[in-house]
């Protein structure tokens, strides 16, 4: 079996049965789950830098562009 994310061959960690790549991802146990989005507060915003309305209305198009390609 190859590592998924850098394509070398796995092995066994030591007194584990989890598949792990020499570059240090473990396979998880169980299928990941999808996450609940949860988007910035106006607030949260603000307080990263915007200094007005329209970077505001950017910092909110990027948002919704990422929630369509991750939910």
Do not use: Y
Request: aromatic letters at 6%.
């Amino acid at each position: 079996m190859h590592c998924t994310i850098c394509n070398l061959p796995t092995g066994n960690i030591v007194g584990s049965t989890l598949p792990q790549c020499k570059c240090g991802w473990q396979k998880p146990n169980s299928p990941v789950t999808q996450r609940t989005w949860v988007g910035l507060t106006d607030e949260e915003i603000w307080a990263e830098g915007a200094d007005n309305v329209i970077d505001l209305a950017f910092a909110r198009d990027i948002e919704a562009k990422l929630k369509e390609k991750n939910t």
